[in-house]
């Protein structure tokens, strides 16, 4: 079974290295810690007096692993959730914060467990999730990868510049929609056809 310091450490994997990308809101990123955590966590790791981007260049895996491990598992109760849950709902809190359980929420009320959407894992949220998992374990983490993917489309289709993370130069699968999906069993993956469907309204 993975420990969360071995989710941990293949997020840090798939996030990748240093990236600055004008079109993503996050800012200055690497390893999928973002310059807007560093600030909010007070991470000046250069000693200058402020947290810039030469502070997340900065940032080693390990000190990644870490401010996930405290601030997007411990923090939000992520250990409270299932295990074979966990993983998914960790990488999505990694790549879009509480609206990883807010995604959860709302997966929640269909399979008849309605909870208030709130993005906070308290009792009633956790309760429901245990309720639902034990009802229907393996349908319910592939129902949550498959609600992150319709997020991910969803996201793509109010902020164009958002596309390209969704669907490739060619056409393809973008890193998101890849990324959700692998959480989710293969037989639910979409077709390259599906995926162009649902894309076409791009352009």
């Known amino acids: 079974m993975q420990t969360v310091d071995d989710i941990a450490r293949e997020i840090v994997r798939r996030e990748g290295g240093y990236v600055n990308d004008p079109d ?6 690497k390893y999928g810690v973002t310059i807007h955590t ?3 966590l007070g991470l000046d790791l250069t000693q200058d007096g402020q947290v810039d981007a030469h502070d997340v260049k900065a940032l080693s895996e390990n000190e990644a692993v870490e401010i996930f491990k405290t ?26 914060g509480g609206n990883a359980v807010k995604i959860l929420q709302r ?4 399979f008849g467990h309605p909870v208030v959407v709130d993005g906070q894992l308290g009792p009633n949220s956790l ?32 902020r164009p510049a958002s596309r390209k993370y969704a669907r490739s130069r060619s056409g393809g699968k973008g890193g998101w929609i890849k990324r959700a999906e ?5 037989k639910y993956h979409l077709t390259l056809a599906e995926h162009k469907k649902r894309c076409a309204k791009w352009g």
């Open 24 to 29: 993503d809101p996050g800012g200055a990123t």
């Open 107 to 110: 997966t929640l009320a269909q």
């Open 127 to 158: 309760k429901a999730v245990q309720d639902a998992f034990h009802s229907a374990p393996k349908h319910f983490v592939d129902a949550y990868g498959i609600a992150r993917r319709n997020y991910y489309y969803a996201l793509a289709d109010r």
């Open 71 to 96: 601030h997007y598992f411990n923090k939000p109760r992520i250990g409270e959730l299932p295990a074979p849950l966990q993983a998914s709902v960790f990488d999505m809190y990694v790549n879009a």
């Open 38 to 40: 560093m600030r909010r």
């Open 182 to 186: 692998e959480f989710i069993s293969q």
